[in-house]
Nanobody
């Protein structure tokens, strides 16, 4: 059974930081892009960041503006999202996902075929 399990969400004040972690089990994702998405209440899910299997390529949504960093550890089958300078607009459920075996970083959720259950991030003003 393939599982992606996120952790690290929580409540933080504006300007603070959080690091989300995602650990995969049941399958080796070392050859795939891994990504993070988020969904705020009443809004559609949106792309946050993605990282190539070897870490050589990272892609971020425009709203990140240099505040987030994505990294991965293939030996641990994990991917992290470090988030700094958080604002209330970053409040959402954050999801880890594994991209289909394609060679470019996709910003479309339809190109990801494994998803975690999500972790809540709440940023207070």
């Amino acid at each position: 059974q393939v599982q992606l399990i996120e952790s690290g969400g929580g409540l933080v004040q504006a300007g603070g930081s959080l690091t989300l972690s995602c650990v995969a089990s049941g399958r080796d994702f070392s050859g795939r892009f891994m990504g993070w998405f988020r969904q705020a209440p009443g809004k559609e899910r949106e792309f946050v960041a993605a990282i190539k299997w070897n870490g050589a390529t990272t892609v971020f949504a425009n709203f990140v503006k240099g505040r987030f960093r994505i990294s991965r550890d293939n030996a641990e089958n994990s991917v992290n999202l470090q988030m700094d300078s958080l604002t209330p607009e970053d409040t959402a459920v954050y999801y880890c996902a594994a991209q289909r075996p394609i060679t470019w970083a996709s910003r479309s959720g339809g190109d990801y075929d494994y998803w975690g259950q999500g972790t809540q991030v709440t940023v207070t003003s």
